[in-house]
């Protein structure tokens, strides 16, 4: 599917050769016969959105969308693991998933990264890419839902991916859900994460009682991204 390597294109991080490659990203739209009518223009109204806009303030949108907090995170098993153990084994086999592809990744990248996840299954065939978007689609439903509540327009992107898994999921169902999170962007929540932590002898107190009331100060005032139930959002990408 053409369209999804576009799509994984346009959810990386902006830069010159976007705008410069305006005509050939809707010439290859035109030609995606994965797309409806609605999609594609959904996806050239994005192309052109972008790349009417400056550079610098796009990028600048970006970062401060997909880097500041993780509920926006475009690292798949971050909606899904957090910082568990699972997480680890999740990245080996997905990588292992790739390789036996043919797919052999630098280092600039981790395997659970959204747009190479789609440049992987726009190489396969359209069965096993709608299988694999069926795999993530919760994930790209509440991913999506966050997007909308930022009104962000990336999160057009997030619709045409679950329009074309044909899944039947859709980030309008999470918008409610999502309306009630506490936003963990805001320079409160960010903060609270990495305030320093007042120092305690250990003669004060027990150790074990020391380290857990230095640990829920310091994330006392964190937001928690609801994370996914593993056995649903991530059947096929660890362990197909």
Known sequence: MMALRIIGRLLDYPDRALFEHQQELEEALSDARELNEQLRAQLLAVVRDFSARPLLDLQADYCELFDRGRATSLLLFEHVHGESRDRGQAMVDLLEQYRAAGLELDSREL???????????????????????????????????????????WADLLDVLLALSDSGVA?????????????????QALDAVWEEEQIRFLGEQGCASAQQEAHQRRFAGAVAPQYLDVAQATTGMTGR
């Open 171 to 187: 980030a309008d169902a999470l918008e409610p859900q999502v309306a009630q999170e506490a936003r963990d962007d805001t320079p």
């Open 111 to 153: 395997p659970d990264f959204l747009p190479l996840y789609l440049e992987y299954l726009s190489s396969r065939s359209p069965e096993e890419a709608r299988e694999g978007l069926v795999d993530i689609a919760p994930i790209l439903a509440l991913l999506g839902a966050r997007l909308r509540q930022r009104n962000s327009r």
